[in-house]
């Protein structure tokens, strides 16, 4: 008898009631390939159909609980005909993350194999880091895979230059080996005509953050949207792509948003919930339905409030976990100048605020048209959202964009003292200069968040000195002209407030 086996197709059915019975996922639950000592590329190659060796392929059936392999195996013989280069399948999964619990998306995944096989070229799926755009890819991958005879996953998280990845790419592939970028590109695009391929590059966005890398990626993006092939480019990312038109027939973008409370309670519940705790819909509303915040903030809400959400929600804090902190500390850190000036006044108002009246927050005037380009890119980077009342529209930042922001605004505002303090140099005050930090035109809680924030700091660094300092920054701005100082006074005079009240 033959070393290797393949699954059935009747076999496949069995095995999916199997899978399903165990609330398993066809490739992305870890225990099962792990138990069957295999890896998670193995475990795809058996839902292909393709052979695997005999002993892996009975490991594979016993861990989902089907004791007598041979009644799913595909036991006819083996078809020794040499198939050619172009129609032997070729399946690499080996960049693939291991995501375990995928919930929901049913409504995304039919619109994304509609667009697909509508003749879609080009697929994109954006959304703010955390929000499953990985997961749904794939999901997605698993459920259209066997509609293609090569399928390629590559994760741009590494931030590899052009010619690394279309030479992985090709040379898996037995490709001769290609000399520069065009040449790369020429052989990618003969490739997909050849072949019925799926490529995936998942997470576009590291290789955005370098002007001359994301020039490169989008001048190669549109040549393999613009060639004529039988294959699918699927991309994620959290930046939408300038080419994409989503009125075109070839190129489509799907924009992520957070999951429903059906199935973010699912999530809950399989991190240990009931899915009846009190404050569970709060909860999920708090962090957008987005899936990566959920599963960071539930250890903490375990441990810290014995799984009593309601307990937690009454502290008022939106807590970011690490991992997505460090998300938002790299797209941060990618902002210009006047991108940052624009999310620090979205983040002091914390509602959603009209372009006039944001307009109107600067020092000095600006080009509108400037502004809004600035807005459409940090819209475009999924940092916003936007409300449309009585024809006007409205910006404000996510939640937990808003956190993140408001966090960075206190710490550049007690950064700046820190370093006027030793010098005497109002010339450090740059956002304490530019932003006033309690909202304008308002005296309520909300709008004096940032100023009590930023209290507490000072006073735990400079405790009982802090109105001498203040006194020190107010008594240098009598000379300065009107533009020099800014929102200085104000907001020296606001902390006066607060260490008063």
């Not at 609980?65 to 036991?75: H, R, V």
């Not at 995944?109 to 667009?115: A, K, R």
């Not at 741009?156 to 520069?180: A, F, G, H, R, W």
């Amino acid at each position: 008898m033959s070393n290797s086996l393949k699954v059935s197709p009747a076999g496949l059915i069995i095995v999916d009631k199997a899978r399903q019975r165990r609330g398993w996922t066809k490739t992305s639950t870890a225990c099962w390939w792990q138990d069957a000592h295999t890896s998670k590329a193995t475990l795809r190659r058996f839902w292909q159909g393709e052979r695997i060796q005999r002993d892996i392929f009975i490991a594979i059936c016993q861990a989902v609980g089907i004791s007598d392999w041979s009644e799913i195996a595909d036991l006819s013989d083996i078809d020794l005909t040499p198939k050619s280069q172009l129609t032997t399948p070729f399946v690499d999964w080996d960049e693939a993350p291991n995501i375990e619990g995928f919930y929901g998306r049913n409504q995304e995944l039919e619109q994304l194999e509609h667009w697909i096989t509508d003749g879609c070229k080009l697929v994109t799926v954006v959304g703010i880091g955390g929000i499953g755009k990985t997961s749904l890819a794939l999901a997605l991958a698993d459920r259209i895979q066997t509609k293609y005879n090569c399928l390629i996953w590559k994760s741009l998280s590494t931030s590899p230059d052009l010619l690394s990845l279309l030479e992985q790419i090709l040379s898996s592939l037995n490709y001769p080996v290609i000399q520069d970028v065009t040449q790369g590109i020429k052989q990618l695009i003969k490739l997909l005509q050849q072949r019925c391929c799926l490529l995936i590059l998942d997470g576009l966005e590291a290789v955005l953050s370098n002007k001359e890398s994301a020039s490169t990626y989008n001048y190669f993006i549109e040549m393999l949207s613009q060639s004529r092939h039988q294959s699918c480019i699927l991309i994620t990312s959290r930046e939408k792509l300038s080419i994409i038109n989503n009125n075109s027939q070839i190129f489509r973008c799907l924009t992520l948003q957070g999951l429903p409370k059906t199935d973010a309670v699912k999530l809950l519940q399989s991190q240990g919930f009931t899915g009846k705790e009190l404050g569970l819909s709060a909860l999920i509303k708090l962090y957008r339905g987005n899936p990566l915040a959920i599963k960071l903030i539930i250890p903490l809400i375990q441990s810290v409030f014995a799984g009593n959400v309601a307990a937690f929600l009454n502290q008022n804090a939106l807590v970011i976990g690490d991992r997505l902190n460090t998300i938002l500390q790299q797209q941060f850190e990618q902002l210009s100048d006047l991108e940052r000036d624009i999310i620090y006044w979205l983040a002091i108002w914390q509602e959603p605020i009209s372009f006039s009246r944001l307009q109107s927050h600067f020092l000095s005037s600006l080009d509108p048209a400037m502004i809004l380009t600035v807005i459409a890119g940090l819209e475009k980077r999924s940092l916003l959202e936007k409300w449309v009342s009585e024809n006007e529209y409205s910006f404000t930042l996510q939640p937990l964009v808003m956190k993140f922001v408001t966090d960075k605004l206190v710490e550049n505002a007690v950064q700046e003292i820190n370093q006027f303090v030793p010098s005497n140099e109002i010339g450090h005050f740059k956002v304490l200069r530019t932003h006033w930090l309690l909202r304008p035109g308002t005296d309520d809680i909300a709008g004096d968040r940032i100023l009590l924030q930023l209290r507490e700091q000072l006073w735990r660094t400079y405790g009982a000195t802090l109105p001498q300092i203040l006194n020190q920054i107010l008594s240098l701005l009598s000379d300065k002209s009107p533009l020099a100082i800014g929102y200085i006074g104000c907001n020296i005079m606001a902390i006066f407030h607060h260490l008063h009240s």
